[in-house]
C-alpha cells in the first residue's frame, strides 16, 4: 500500500524559510507526478507545485518565485523549499502523488500525505 508522510512544518516568522519533505513507501518502482497542494480551513485545496518524474516542474503563479520543488527519484522523496514566508502562507500542506508503480503494477490514482501545518506568524 502506497503512504505519503510529510514533514518539515512548523512556526516560522514572515520573512522566514521552511523545507518541507515527503516520503513515499510502498514497494514504489517510479511516481510519474510529486507535488504539494495546500489548504486552509473554509477554502478549497490549492496547487503549490508538480513535478514530474523527468524533472518539469509546475507553479501556483503567486508562489513559484518563492517557492521551489525538487525531487529524488531514487529515494522516492519530494521537497519544497519555501522562502520569504507571507502569513497568507499559513496553511496545511499536503503531498501528493500521482501514477505510482508498485511490484510492476501502475495505478494511475492520487494519493494523499496527512498533511503538516504550516504557521507563519510573527
Known amino acids: 500500500q502506497v503512504q505519503l508522510v510529510e514533514s518539515g512544518g512548523g512556526l516560522v516568522q514572515p520573512g522566514g524559510s521552511l523545507r518541507l519533505s515527503c516520503a513515499a513507501s510502498?514497494?514504489?518502482?517510479?511516481?510519474?507526478?510529486m507535488g504539494w497542494y495546500r489548504q486552509t480551513p473554509g477554502v478549497e485545496r490549492e496547487l503549490v507545485a508538480t513535478m514530474s518524474r523527468t524533472g518539469t516542474t509546475n507553479y501556483a503563479d503567486s508562489m513559484k518565485d518563492r517557492f521551489t520543488i525538487s525531487r529524488d527519484n531514487a529515494k522516492n522523496m519530494v521537497y519544497l523549499q519555501m522562502n520569504n514566508l507571507k502569513p497568507e502562507d499559513t496553511a496545511v500542506y499536503y503531498c501528493n502523488a500521482v501514477g505510482v508503480t508498485s511490484m510492476k503494477i501502475f495505478y494511475g490514482g492520487d494519493y494523499w500525505g496527512k498533511g503538516t501545518l504550516v504557521t507563519v506568524s510573527s
Open positions: 510502498g514497494n514504489i518502482s517510479s511516481i510519474s507526478f
